[in-house]
Antibody, heavy 118, light 106 residues
Framework: QVRLVESGGGLVKPGGSLRLSCSAS????????MHWIRQAPGKGLEWVAF????????YYVDSVKGRFSISRDNAKNSVFLQMYNLRADDTAVYYC???????????WGQGTLVTVSS | EIVMTQSPVTLSVSPGERATLSCRAS??????LAWYQQIPGQAPRLLMY???TRLTGIPAKFSGSGSGTEFTLTISSLQSEDFAVYYC?????????FGGGTKVEI
């Protein structure tokens, strides 16, 4: 069955960097687009970034443009979110989600917590 | 950016009753509207896409309607497992934006 497992979260100081990973199994990874979506503690969902199955198309929410970079390695069935210059308002659980090329986040991982604090 | 507004913020419903949740877009998103359910402590799960198409395995008690800027999610005969937070999301344009959520409580 579809399985998505995020990793790489943790505590980082403001201005620091972190790289999140999402390992996928149970489907042909390169056939699917992927999203990163985050949820600040006690808050709602915020879409963060998208990458197409081939990796040639990416999109970002304005608040992370120039600081975050989404990428994928189809040979390793993994998608990544490289985060630079982290701020306190980046603190959230980060979910990766599979998109069957319709635009929706059809399957989600369990998330990884990123805490930005001094 | 398309702003999604959900109402009400909190909906108090008795078990067995029907819940009606609203979602409004700041500009037309056609039928590119999805609904998600999030039970506390769990990841969200997709219920519906294309405004009214249930994902495989989602019971028929969940129904969606609307197009353009006005959308509705109806949950008939609420059971304990349906009490959760529900989010709408437009995927008509970038960035894909979520509404603030509606908490359905007992």
């Amino acid at each position: 069955q579809v399985r998505l497992v995020e990793s790489g979260g943790g505590l980082v100081k403001p201005g620091g960097s972190l790289r999140l990973s999402c390992s996928a199994s149970g489907f042909i990874f390169s056939d699917y687009s992927m999203h990163w979506i985050r949820q600040a503690p006690g808050k709602g969902l915020e879409w963060v970034a998208f990458i197409s199955g081939s990796g040639d198309a990416t999109y970002y929410v304005d608040s992370v443009k120039g600081r975050f970079s989404i990428s994928r390695d189809n040979a390793k069935n993994s998608v990544f979110l490289q985060m630079y210059n982290l701020r306190a308002d980046d603190t959230a659980v980060y979910y990766c989600a599979r998109d069957p090329n319709t635009g929706v986040a059809a399957h989600w991982g369990q998330g990884t917590l990123v805490t930005v604090s001094s | 950016e398309i702003v999604m507004t959900q109402s009400p913020v909190t909906l108090s419903v008795s078990p067995g009753e029907r819940a009606t949740l609203s979602c409004r877009a700041s500009q037309s998103v056609g039928s590119n509207l999805a609904w998600y359910q999030q039970i506390p402590g769990q990841a969200p799960r997709l219920l519906m896409y294309g405004a009214s198409t249930r994902l495989t395995g989602i019971p028929a008690k969940f129904s969606g309607s609307g197009s353009g800027t006005e959308f509705t999610l109806t949950i008939s005969s609420l059971q304990s497992e349906d009490f959760a937070v529900y989010y709408c999301q437009q995927y008509n344009g970038w960035p894909h934006t979520f509404g603030g959520g509606t908490k359905v409580e007992i």
